[in-house]
């Protein structure tokens, strides 16, 4: 079992940036990987970005990628997300999710079991 909490969604100015936490608990040890949703009003879930907890490998949306940066810190069992030139597009309840499966596509969410509460994020033009 994994417990995950975010922290660190807010109100954000167009062109600004932001960075989102992710705290991790429990049995974090057969965590392969940890990644970063988000859904909009209306819209579906969708992938932003993800790592491989040992390898540190990384995995971006198309929408994100050159302004986001996903890490890890196992010293303090945080997942970290930093994105800049934040746009309205990027409002959306953000959550935080792991997953224990070895070697599964990261950048899909069915393939992970934990998954926080979500930080909303709202930028604002």
């Known amino acids: 079992q994994v417990s995950l909490v975010e922290s660190g969604g807010g109100l954000v100015q167009a062109g600004g940036s932001l960075t989102l936490s992710c705290s991790y608990t429990g049995q974090t040890f057969a965590t392969f990987g940890m990644g970063w949703f988000r859904q909009a009003p209306g819209k579906e879930r969708e992938f932003v970005a993800a790592i491989t907890i040992l390898g540190g490998t990384t995995y971006y949306a198309d929408s994100v990628k050159g302004r986001a940066t996903i890490s890890r810190d196992h010293a303090t069992r945080t997942l970290s997300l930093l994105m800049n030139n934040v746009n309205p597009d990027d409002t959306a309840l953000y959550y935080c999710?792991?997953?224990?499966?070895?070697?599964?596509?990261?950048?899909?969410?069915?393939?992970?079991?934990?998954w926080g509460q979500g930080t909303q994020v709202t930028v604002s033009s």
């Open positions: 999710a792991a997953t224990t499966r070895l070697r599964t596509q990261l950048t899909s969410g069915v393939n992970y079991a934990y």
